[in-house]
Each structure stands twice: as C-alpha cells, then as structure tokens.
C-alpha cells in the first residue's frame, strides 16, 4: 500500500501545527496533549457541527454550482425527465453560500433519514410534499420559511437557477434549525485499500437525460468529476472530485409525485440490498450496499462480507439503476493499480 498521500499531508499539516502550538488542552502536562477532531463522515480534521442537507440544482444552467466542493458527502438523484439533482451534506465547514437551490424531491426523505434530525435546505415543493416532509425526521428551514436575506437570488442569473442561502445566517436566524441533530457515525468506514480491486483510469455513470464521469488523477490523488462531457468546475475554476465515489445501484421506480408539466417523479429505492462499486486509489472495488429500515444506517461491505473500507475524505454516491461503463487501465498486472 502507499503511504501518507501527499495532498492530504498539505491539507493536514497546517492543523496539526495549530493543535500543537495550543499546548495540552486543560494547560497543564505536556502528557495531555491536544487532539484534533475528525469529522465523522469524511475522517478528516473537521468539526462534527449541525448536520445541513441541501438541494442543489445539477442542469447545464445551474452550473458552475457554489459550495459543493465544501460538502462532506454529496448524493447525485435522479429527478424527472431523466435529469438529476445534487443533495449535499455538509456539517464540517459551511460556505459562505450555496446553490443553486432547489425544490425537495420524495427520494430525499428515505435518503436523510439514515442521518437523523437534518436542517433540509430547500426552495420549496409541490403542495402534495409538505405533509410528507413535516411528517419525516428533518426540520424544515426552506425558502417558504426564510427572508430573501437569506435565501437570495442572484442577479446575474435566470430563474430557476438564481436562488442561493446563506447557511450560517439560515442557522442562526431559523427557529427550526435549534432541532438539528449533530452529525452521527455513518454506515461506512475508513481503512486501507483491501487490495481486492481492478485498476481503471476512468468510469462513467448515466441516467436517461445526465452523464457523469469521474477520471482518476494519481498526481491530485483523487477522482475528478466531469458532467455531461466537461469538467465540473466551481466558480473559481476547481474542478469537483473526490479520493471516494461510490455508484450504488438501486432501483429507481414511478412516485406517485410528478412536476407541474405532467412529468413523474421518480424515486431512488434506497432502503433494502443491493450492489455497488467503491472507486477509489485509482480502482473499482465491486461492493454490496444493505439498508433494513430507513432510520438504520447503509452498510457497505466486500464479497466476502467484511466492511468495504472508504478513503478519508469528501464522499459521493450516484444513485443509478443503470450499470456504470470502466476503462481498465491496459498496462495494469496487478490489482493495486497505479502507485
């Protein structure tokens, strides 16, 4: 296995100095040294604050998104007419701001559900949701409640894609947002490569109208993300991805939800068994996803049952029904793949 990769001891390092310039946490011997704190989804030095579960809108016109690459962990849905939407997750660090935000779709429930109490960030949704969305374990603190000082819209940009939040004022202004939960352990792990995996430089997910595609980076030591064919860029021209992304295959039926031209909302079955790939170092691990009820964690585990262990880091999971498409890497003679 490799050893310490570079460009998280870039990220690291610099908290691991502050942490020890601090001195032992109750000042006294040097035996009681400071810890640094790793927030619970990704592994890495991060607090574990107020879980916020934010909908993000994922059209050619929404782009370049804001904030996503702040997340913990980010969930691409599918939505009607084969387009998908972005749920992010974040309780480690908020943004100044994020969007384009976007209405509250039914797969959203069973997939927060798992995390406990969430703050659902949201611009609104069909009258026929509200009942489904007060009745679930998520406090509300959508657009409907808030000001347009917090929701805001963007002038130099078109409806329906110009809304954003401020999240810390959503956090401090919301009544609501007072019943979030802190974020708890999720179903994953974090450990080494298990060495079971096959080398690829590239994998693509698709959905009826969307394409995505992740293309391995040993230099940045992480999955880059393209969508429809080009690089996925935030505003500042950084182009998304991640040490981990997981494609979970789970079927994704009819919801008796549609959308105001007629269009039926689907639903991303995401409670029960199933399985999955685990992208990561550069490999596609062949994996099993198993959920008993909606409040229960997703386990994720090898073949051979053991935990599938994730890389540290931000996570993203494509909820497809469809297969993903590998290219192997040709010159690979080992599974470890690149080094």
């Keep these: 296995m490799r050893g310490k990769k570079s460009f998280r001891i870039a990220l690291v390092m610099p908290l691991l100095i502050v942490a020890a310039a601090c001195g032992p946490l109750d000042g006294g011997s040097a035996g009681n040294k400071s810890k640094v704190e790793e927030n619970l989804l990704t592994g890495l030095p991060g607090s574990n604050d107020r879980i916020l579960a934010v909908k993000i809108d994922d059209t050619r016109a929404a782009h ?19 387009l998908t939407r972005l ?26 559900a798992e995390y406990g109490r969430v703050g659902f960030v949201f611009s609104g949704a069909q009258s026929r949701m509200y009942p489904v969305i007060d009745a679930a374990n998520v406090a509300n603190i959508g657009a409907q409640r808030n000001p347009p000082s917090v929701y805001f819209r963007d002038p130099l940009r078109y409806a329906p894609t110009n809304m954003f939040v401020y999240p810390e004022k959503l956090l401090e202004t919301d009544p609501n947002a007072e019943s979030i939960d802190r974020v708890r ?86 409670i029960g068994t199933g399985k999955g790939f685990l ?18 964690p997703t386990r994720w585990s090898l073949l051979d049952g053991t935990p599938a262990p994730f890389e540290r880091g931000q996570i993203w999971i494509a909820l497809t029904a469809t297969e993903p498409i590998f290219s192997y890497r040709v010159d690979a003679t080992e599974s470890e793949g690149e080094k």
């Design 185 to 270: 352990a999720p179903g994953w792990t974090f450990g080494p490569n298990p060495g079971v995996g096959k080398a690829i430089t590239r994998a693509e997910v698709e959905w009826p109208n969307a394409r995505y595609a992740v293309q391995w980076s040993k230099r940045e030591d992480r999955w880059l993300i393209e969508f429809n064919g080009e690089a996925n860029l935030n505003p500042d021209g950084y182009q998304l991805g991640s040490p981990t992304f997981v494609i979970q295959v789970v079927p994704i039926v009819p919801s008796e939800f549609g959308d105001r031209y007629g269009g039926i909302t689907p639903k991303s079955e995401v």
């Design 64 to 82: 370049p998104q804001v904030g996503v690459e702040s997340a913990d962990v980010v969930y691409i849905e599918q939505v009607e007419a084969g």
């Design 87 to 112: 749920l992010a997750l974040y309780s480690s660090n908020y943004p100044v701001k994020i969007g384009p935000i976007r209405s509250a779709r039914i797969s959203d429930i069973d997939i927060l």
């Design 279 to 296: 992208l990561r170092d550069g490999q596609v691990i062949e994996i099993q996803w198993t959920r008993e009820s909606a409040t229960a």
